[in-house]
């Protein structure tokens, strides 16, 4: 638990405005928190990780793969930035760097409370409404969380379809001047 403190501890520690390796080592630390709690005694990899997040108590099959494809994404920041590789804040985005995107170790808490949560033994009953009183306080802190990994989600698509929107109109807008050029030779 102590690593996903420290995880928690962004934006920086002695500054207000996280860097690129503040993001980066928050990446790391928070996939390590991920390996810690999935840790069977023997070994905890990315299989294991997401096998326990999928065994969280989500409210729906959609947010359970949602949070599996989420941790993939941070997995896969943290190795560019731990492993040496050239990286950019674009890097450590879910869905690359836009005005909308989501910093990926932002998001890692709302994936990693469920997953403690069913390492716990917390379960999701089959009936709501036989044990609406017991269920009904966790599924009204639960849902918010939900809809937050979604919403980050949709943001992503919207930011990937106007790039490739921009990137469509870039591309005619090479081929008119390329026209113009060879009709000026």
Do not use: C
């Not at 995880?7 to 996939?31: E, F, N």
């Not at 070994?43 to 326990?52: E, H």
């Not at 639960?142 to 990994?149: T, Y």
């Not at 390329?178 to 000026?184: I, L, T, V």
Request: net charge negative; glycine share 8%.
């Amino acid at each position: 638990m102590e690593i996903a403190l420290l995880a928690m501890r962004l934006p920086g520690i002695s500054i207000l405005i996280p860097t690129i390796h503040d993001m980066g080592v928050s990446a790391g630390l928070w996939v390590s928190a991920f390996e810690i709690l999935a840790y069977d005694g023997k070994w905890a990899g990315p299989k294991q990780v997401k096998a326990m997040i999928g065994q969280g108590p989500w409210l729906t099959d959609q947010s359970r793969a949602i949070a599996v494809d989420l941790y993939e994404a941070l997995y896969a920041a943290r190795n560019a930035f731990m492993h040496g590789n050239e990286v950019t804040l674009a890097d450590l985005h879910l869905g690359g760097q836009t005005q909308q995107s989501v910093m990926l170790p932002m998001i890692a808490p709302l994936i990693f409370r469920n997953a403690l949560l069913g390492i716990l033994g917390f379960i999701v009953p089959p009936r709501l409404d036989e044990v609406a009183d017991q269920w009904l306080p966790y599924y009204w802190n639960q849902e918010p969380f939900e809809r937050a990994m979604t919403n980050a989600l949709t943001l992503v698509a919207q930011s990937v379809a106007e790039l490739q929107r921009l990137n469509g109109d870039l591309e005619v807008l090479s081929e008119q001047s390329q026209d113009e050029a060879s009709q000026m030779d």
